[in-house]
């Protein structure tokens, strides 16, 4: 099982997302009928993902749907069984469901969510930093500037102390990196933004991240043309 979801995963950020949802359809059917508890949070966190994605390129409510009741799905399941289930895998259910009101505008409530998963996990420093840059991002936007920045940058540097050929790593990296380059300009610091951003392409591109990789060249269109309307 764990086989078809990394498959899964891998097609979802290949963006094949068709193939993707099919996965993970398939394995959904046999997680359940196996009361397999730590791969169904695996499994709904990554279909509430694809939806996610898909928003960017058509924001349609029936995507925003999905990506809450799939969260929400994820967050039940650990909620229902915290006894039996490792701390960071409660951590992944929590940080999909926050990941989810996000998109859904409500910073507000979605930060107890990463916080719950930041102090839960038993993940290492790198996905730790993950959760931490989640964290000052929406602390910027909830007013926090100068703090939320530098948690981000504080997470950044976690992030990069995990092995720089692990995929995950490196997407959790572009991250950071596109977060911060959108601060850097939206802080009228084009040059540092400018840098950033052209970091975090090189890397994308270095090691086939495709999604990230296009999100980092509409970063850098926006801020080599002067404009600031960033989402952070």
């Given amino acids: 099982m764990e086989k078809r979801l990394s498959e899964a995963n891998d097609l979802r950020e290949a963006e094949k997302y068709g ?4 996965v993970y359809t398939e394995c959904l059917i046999d997680l359940i009928k196996n009361g397999d508890q730590t791969g ?3 499994c709904l966190g990554g279909q509430s993902l694809i939806y996610k ?3 960017r390129s058509n924001n ?5 749907q999905l990506t809450l009741s799939f969260a929400k799905g994820a967050l039940d399941v650990a909620e229902s069984n915290l006894i039996n289930l490792d701390g960071r895998v409660v951590a992944i259910a929590y940080r999909c469901y926050g990941d989810a009101l996000l998109m859904d505008d409500k910073p507000q409530a979605a930060l107890p969510y990463f916080e ?3 102090s839960i996990t038993t993940a290492g420093i790198p996905e730790k930093g993950n959760l931490k840059a989640h964290i000052g991002g929406i602390k910027y936007l909830l007013g926090e500037k100068e703090l939320g920045k530098n948690i981000i940058e504080e997470a950044l540097a976690d992030i990069r102390t995990g092995d720089p050929s692990v995929g995950a790593y490196r997407t959790w990296e572009t991250g950071c990196l596109n977060g911060l380059a959108k601060i850097y300009a939206i802080e009228n610091n084009p040059n540092k933004a400018t840098d950033t951003i052209k970091l975090s392409l090189e ?3 270095d090691h086939n991240l495709p999604i990230r990789k296009r999100e980092a060249e509409e970063i ?3 801020i080599s043309s002067g404009k600031i309307d960033f989402s952070i």
């Fill in 116 to 118: 719950k998963a930041f």
């Fill in 60 to 64: 349609s409510p029936i995507y925003h």
């Fill in 53 to 55: 994605i898909l928003i």
């Fill in 220 to 222: 850098l269109e926006k």
């Fill in 19 to 22: 193939d993707s949802a099919k």
């Fill in 203 to 205: 890397i994308a591109t």
């Fill in 40 to 42: 169904l949070i695996h």
